[in-house]
């Protein structure tokens, strides 16, 4: 990684008239035991601030400076302390260079066994105690530790410390957070921008404060926000309630301590429980008090503009008061309550009208505030149908967000009349939380324009028809049962017909006879099993010889199924998929499976979104070239949720999807749509008979033929 170190004759022409030779000249050799092989130690220029840095003849006439004020106080051997200089723009400046150490207080224990000054570089980022780094600042340091680990003359090692390691000083002020291993300028780990100094300073605080009370659990002071830095406060709010020990989890006990303060935050005497709810703000990307201290008009303001940013009336003081309590439970979680990247303005309107008639309004017991971000998640599709519960009539203290036998019958009856009012908004905003749906054309958009309205319109009936025909259900262009369950839980209907099953049995003549006689027309099966006969775990359910023919005599077509341990993340890499990838080939072609057969490979488990980028993705590019390298006979398929199967198709290039709808409390099925490429849709499982466990799937028309036909190779 080339990068540019000015030499000190760029700076040195601006020092004070008897030092610019010896500014400009090079680094003078060092006379002291010299390594710099452990790391680096990051520094910053003290108290006050460099904002009148504007220019780079700035940031050069201050180096100058810092060079005459160090010479001149005789502490550094006639010479700067630092080996390099970083200024706000992002320039790299040559102090002692690569030639000996000497910024890092020598005098301070060893690390390790070696001098401070023998062993590591000094970096020195131009900022004061009141700078933030910038972006640019940031990333030439990151640039500057990579060179001098791999490229350096003297090659450094990977610590990266603060000058107050072990040392009493406020150095590097700003720069603290990232003085560790595995900051944003460490180039081993992936950029992730410049921290926050004000979700720092919280961390820092609430460390400090609470690292002896019963239970507490130090958060890594990083300067971003996380679970780790919310659940900290969390711990440090039931500490100052008496609640002990203290436990990462705002809980019902956590909620009535708030509940029976009865203190808003403007009224509030206890000091740290203002540090809490500045922290907390800041950490929800509100503006606070700087230093946590009091509550001032900024802190009020931030806290008025969340109370309307999560749809609440905060001018309504007894809501205020009443809905204090979620609105810290909200602040004390990574919800997100402003439009972010991705999201849209009318999910929003719809999520805060859920806060403002559910929470507030009716205040449905077992409803917290949702997330008003634009994003349609697991939390929002869980407050949607406690509202829907409500408006269909089950009783607010019974209401659970489950769609169980009461929720259904009620559906099949006042759901499935004609709409008006709150319901018929809750069916609307259903439709535009599973928009868009899909056409021969392409994609068709739910208008926002229907979902506040009561008339019927045609762009919402031709909308409804769409999504039925796509989701393979009856096309009423009506609110029927069927069309609110495939609306509200990923397996849909679980009593409608489906033409298509899969299972770990051996698909005998008689049991194909039994399946076709039922109306299924296409059976899954497995290819492999990963474990042998004998192991803990064996199944028996890879296909068997002549088991193929068997179900195609039957009059049924089969699609074949390939999963070696899906249900653990540790399946899931780039060289598993490759290898099973190609043992899925050669299963196929033994039980004479045609060429362009797509092989549906299993994530049997609720893989979470960062799951699938790190590994399930990876796993199926992995599968994708193994079966290349032995010439692409083979098509694959995902098995899986519905966060799963869009990835991976997007990602990966499955061609069809396999959803796992009956898992419908997973994550990945909760707040997803139905994928474009979907093929079939586990709905249900059952004992098709005693000891004969069938999944029963929902065929779509028109997609994955399946295996009609098996031969020789």
Known sequence: MPITINKRSTWGYYAPGPWVERASAPPIPSTSPWTGHMGVFLHHL?????????????????????????VSGGEFEGDIAYNFLVCPHGQIYEGRGYERGEGNQGKAPLIEGVGRNEGFYSIVGMIRSEDAAGEAMLRAIRNLIHHLRHEAPRRTGEKILPHSFQYETDCPGNLH?????????????????????????????????YDEAPGYVICPETGYTGWNTVLALTQGLQHELGISPTVQNFGPGTFEA????????????????????????????????????????????????????????HANVEQRYAMWPHVLKSLLRMDQFRLVPGGDADVRTIQQRLNARYVAGVRIPAMGLVPCDGIYSR??????????????????????????????????????????????????????????TYTGSGELAYLPADIGTDARTGTHVGWLQAFQRFSQIPVTGHNDYTTWAQLLVSSGDTSRDATGCD????????????????????????????????????????????????????????????????????????????DQGKKAHQKAVEHGIGAGTCIYFGVDYDATDEEI?????????????????????????????RNVCIRVSKEAGARWSFVSGMSWGFSGNLGFPLPENWSFNQIHEYDFQPGWGLDHNIWRDGSDPGVSAVGQG
């Open 46 to 70: 003290g108290s006050g601030s460099t904002s009148d840095l504007e220019t780079e003849e700035d940031c050069r006439i201050e180096i100058a400076g810092i060079f005459a004020a160090h």
């Open 177 to 209: 957070m990232y003085a560790r291993p595995g900051s944003t300028v460490d180039p081993s780990v992936p950029w992730r921008g410049p921290a926050d100094i004000y979700v720092h300073r919280t961390q820092k605080w609430v460390n400090e404060t």
């Open 258 to 313: 708030v509940r029976n303060r009865r203190l808003l935050p403007d009224a509030e005497p206890n000091q740290n429980l203002l540090r809490i709810y500045n922290g907390a703000l800041w950490a929800k990307g509100y503006w606070a008090s700087q230093y946590l201290v009091g509550w001032g008009e900024d802190s009020e303001n931030s806290l008025r503009r969340l109370y309307a940013d999560m749809g609440l009336d």
């Open 379 to 436: 939390d929002v599709q869980q407050g949607l149908m406690m509202a829907i519960q409500y408006e269909i009539g089950i009783a607010p203290a019974s209401i659970n967000g489950y769609f169980g036998p009461g929720t259904q019958a009620a559906l099949k009856g006042k759901g499935s009349t004609t709409l008006t009012g709150d319901l018929r908004y809750l069916f609307r905003a259903a439709c535009y939380f599973n928009s868009p």
């Open 503 to 578: 299972c770990i049995t051996e698909i005998t003549a008689q049991r194909g006879q039994l399946l076709k006689a039922n109306g299924y027309r296409i059976v899954g099966r497995y290819l492999d099993e990963h474990l042998a006969p004998g192991d803990d775990g064996y199944l028996g359910k890879a296909l068997k010889p002549g088991e193929p023919q068997t179900i195609l005599n039957a009059g049924l077509r089969f699609f074949p199924i390939f999963q070696y341990n899906g249900t653990q993340l540790a399946n899931f890499t780039y060289d598993k998929g490759y």
């Open 613 to 641: 980028g790190s590994h399930v993705v990876p796993y199926f590019k992995g599968v994708k070239a193994g079966l290349a390298e032995l010439g692409g006979r083979y098509a694959f398929g995902v098995y899986g949720s």
